[in-house]
C-alpha cells in the first residue's frame, strides 16, 4: 500500500519562529508598508523602484534566517507520508527543511523573471525565471529578452497560476494540515473547501481562526510547538 496523502498548506505563522515577520500580526509587514504599494501590480507600474527595495530587503533578510522546527517536523513527514507543501510563503525555508513537493503559490523571492513575462498556466514560463539566490535587482537590470527583471512574485490583481495544482493536492489529500495563515487572502484561503467530506483538517495557529467546519480541529499553538501536538495526534491514530 502507498503512503497517506498529507497536504501541508502554510503561510507567514510558519517561519515566525525563524524570525521573518508575518503580514497582519501586531508589527506585521502590512502596518508597516502599504500593501498596494509594495505587493499590487498597480504599484509596480507606479513606482517599481520602490517594490524592487522591499523585496531586495526580503531577499537580503531571507539569507539571514534558517529554517525552524516546524519547517523541519514538516519535512520528516515525508519519512512516512506521501507529502505535499502547498505555501503561501516565497521564503525558501521548506526547502532547506528538506521538504521535496512544494507548490509556491506566490512565487519565490529567490526568483526573479522579465516583467513582460506573465504568470501563465503552465507555471510562470519556467524558462524566463532566474534564481538569483540573496541577491538584489534594480531598475535597469535587464533579461536578455531586453525586459526590466522583476521578482517572481504574485502580485494582487495577479493571476495564481498554481492554484489548479493546488486545488488537485487538497482534492487528493487523506489529511490537510493547515499552519501559520490567518485564511484572509483568497484563492489560496479557499483551498480547504476542496478537501474530502471525510477528510480531518488539522489547524496549527495560536490565534482563533476565522472558519469554522465539522472537519476542523483547532491546534492552538505557535507552529513549532503545534507541530509536536499534530506528531502525537497522528501516532495515537
Ligand atoms: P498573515 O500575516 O495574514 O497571517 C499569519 C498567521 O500566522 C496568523 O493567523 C497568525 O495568528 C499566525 N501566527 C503568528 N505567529 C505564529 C507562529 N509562531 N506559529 C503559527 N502561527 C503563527 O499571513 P498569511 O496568511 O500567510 O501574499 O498571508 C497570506 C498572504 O497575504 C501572503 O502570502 C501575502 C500576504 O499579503 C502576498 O503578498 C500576495
Redesign the pocket.
Known sequence: MGKKKLVVLT????S??SGIS????SN?L?ENYR?EDV?SIEGWYRNPGLMLDFYNTRRRELGTVKPNA?HIAIAELEKEYDVTVVT???DNLHERAGSTRIIH??GELTKVRPEDRCNDRDGFSEESVFDIGYGEIHIGDLAPDGAQLRPH????GEAVPKIEMAINAVERAGILLI???????YP?AGLFRYAGYDTPIYI????D?PVSDPRITHIR????K?MEDFKKILKSK
Open positions: 503561510g507567514a505563522g510558519v515566525a519562529e508575518t503580514f497582519r500580526d506585521g502590512w500593501v505587493a516546524a503561501q510563503n516565497v503559490l506566490h512574485i504574485v502580485w494582487f499552519v501559520g495563515t490567518s485564511l484572509q487572502v489560496a496549527i495557529d495560536p490565534k481562526v499553538n505557535v507552529a513549532t503545534g
